[in-house]
């Protein structure tokens, strides 16, 4: 008899016993697995859950460590000047240090040294070692800062060693940063067409002279021998008296006192600013010379 004949769906005896073998392996196989995990006690589980919690925790930190290593690393020269939103807050920058940043920027001003981008923005010194070395300057900006004189700490002075503003002369003018021949020049000829300062605040009305520039003037000069002037009632001053003053000329001298008469005398020097083209912005100066007596 041919032992090989094909039974019922096309296997030969020998098939199904080669199946019937493997599905017997194969339960034998499932039996001896679920043996093996129920002879571990809940303990013992729970602890190798936890083990396999701990190395995948340290797996993701260790991840996580290394994308922030490398973002850092990604940090590439740049520009200070053109530092957005995004940018500052990429670098660790408060908002208010973006804001002033950006504030600066919108008034047409440059950041030309790492210096005075601390100055501006007033980032800690932390900051400044870890970012300022990325700052990159253009070439004529660095060219510029290499051709300027390595200047000493400025020297504080005393009021005993500052000089007397009405008697300096043009080269002790010269010598304040940010004053000229021609700036110096001027300030002596308003001193004397003053008489001489009675107070250093009339320094403003000194044409091309700024304020840090005076600034600059009162760290090595003061007004020492201040002219002394005898005060003048506005109220009962005429034409002629206001007009010798060095801030009215004659017509503002009797635009003052008609003004003056028909409100039968002013209270306040604010009352003046009423009176078409008075120089309201020169009344801390006025004052120098005039007062309101009661």
């Known amino acids: ?84 939103d995004y ?17 600066f920027r919108a008034q047409g001003y440059w950041i030309n040294s790492k210096a005075q981008f601390q100055q501006v923005t007033q980032v800690s010194d932390e900051w400044m070692s870890e970012y300022s070395p990325y700052f990159k300057f253009p070439d004529w900006v660095l060219a510029a800062e290499n051709r300027k004189p ?34 110096a020049g001027r300030i002596i000829s308003y001193r004397e067409k003053l008489g001489g300062f009675v107070d250093i605040i009339q320094l403003k009305d000194v044409y091309g002279l700024k304020a840090e520039v005076i600034q600059n003037l009162e760290e090595r000069i003061v007004l ?27 017509e503002m001298a009797r635009a003052i006192v008609n003004f003056i008469k028909l409100r039968e005398g002013i209270s306040s020097f604010e009352e003046l600013s009423k009176i078409e083209d008075f120089p309201k912005y020169k009344l801390d100066r006025i004052q120098l010379y005039l007062e309101i007596k009661e």
């Open 150 to 183: 390595k200047l000493s700490k400025r020297q504080v002075l005393s009021y005993a060693e500052k000089k007397d503003l009405n008697l300096v002369t043009e080269s002790d003018l010269i010598e304040v940063s940010g004053i000229g021949e021609s700036l």
């Open 87 to 103: 940018k500052g807050y990429t670098l660790e920058m408060t908002v208010e240090q973006i804001d002033r940043l950006l504030k």
């Open 224 to 250: 020492k021998t201040p002219v002394e002037i005898e005060k003048r009632d506005i109220n009962s001053s005429s034409v002629l008296e206001l007009s010798e003053l060095p801030y009215f000329d004659y």
């Open 1 to 84: 008899m041919n032992s090989n004949r094909k039974f019922r769906f096309g296997y030969t005896k020998g098939d199904r016993n080669g199946i019937f073998v493997f599905c017997l392996i194969l339960m034998l196989g499932i039996a001896l697995h679920y043996w093996n995990l129920n002879s571990i006690s809940p303990s013992e589980n729970s602890s190798r859950l936890s083990k396999v919690e701990d190395s995948l925790q340290r797996l993701v930190d260790s991840l996580k460590n290394k994308q922030s290593l490398d973002h850092q690393r990604s940090i590439y020269p740049f520009n200070p000047n053109f530092i957005t």
